[in-house]
């Protein structure tokens, strides 16, 4: 295959795992059909072989990718926040913000697949590549998190801590979606989100989170 071809086939092949990143955070995995992730990429449903080995091979790797960008996110500085503590400490704080928000919430296609993904991986069978890939995910945002708060400053965040963290705010995230309409549902998102921060002074525009992009 010309070398223009293969760069073709991989640019192809991303574009499809990006829809269905999107697609399956949405809607949920069980919901997509291959027809409607490819058209979603721009491509028709009979170029799927050349991409992928099933439907399970693409939604695993379609999880995976929507665990890295939650990753690249925290690593993205506030601005004004470039260097230093101050940098780190930011990020982690608008890392929290940012997921306790109402945009991150009415957003899923967008959020964290922990949140998006968890029932799916739950109801799926022990072997199923997306049971894998969720898994595998997970410890790498646990791990991201607990190195994150250590470098804001955080020395007694360890594993532990970072469980409870991340079990907190994900549940928080899938009830305020649960009740998302009813007020409760922004109330549950402030009680979690002033929890986890507390009085943290470095929060970007901690009165507007709401209002954030997550």
């Not at 955080?154 to 965040?157: G, K």
């Not at 009085?199 to 525009?205: A, L, N």
């Given at each position: 295959m010309p070398r223009a071809s293969r760069a073709e086939a991989e640019r192809h092949r991303e574009q499809v795992i990006a829809a269905t990143a999107k697609l399956v955070r949405t809607h949920g995995a069980d919901k997509v059909s291959v027809p409607q992730a490819m058209a979603a990429a721009g491509l028709t449903h009979g170029g799927f072989y050349r991409h992928f080995a099933s439907k399970d091979d693409?939604?695993?790797q379609a999880c995976s990718a929507a665990f890295a960008e939650?990753?690249?996110?925290?690593?993205?500085p506030p601005d004004g926040e470039d260097t230093g503590e101050d940098r780190d400490h930011?990020?982690?704080a608008a890392f929290l913000a940012t997921y306790l928000s109402a945009p991150h919430r009415d957003n899923p296609g967008l959020g964290c697949a922990a949140a998006a993904l968890a029932v799916d991986a739950a109801r799926a069978?022990?072997?199923d590549p997306l049971k894998g890939a969720f898994g595998e995910g997970l410890r790498k945002l646990i791990d991201a998190m607990e190195r994150t708060a250590r470098k804001s400053g955080?020395?007694?965040?360890d594993e532990e801590s970072v469980l409870v963290e991340l079990s907190t705010m994900?549940?928080?995230l899938v009830l305020s979606r649960a009740c998302a309409g009813d007020d409760l549902s922004?109330?549950?998102l402030t009680a979690v989100r002033d929890h986890v921060l507390g009085?943290?002074?470095?929060?970007?525009?901690r009165q507007d989170t709401s209002e954030t992009a997550g």
């Open positions: 693409l939604i695993a939650r990753l690249a996110d925290m690593e993205e930011g990020v982690r069978e022990p072997g955080d020395t007694a965040a994900v549940g928080a922004d109330r549950i009085d943290d002074e470095h929060t970007p525009g």
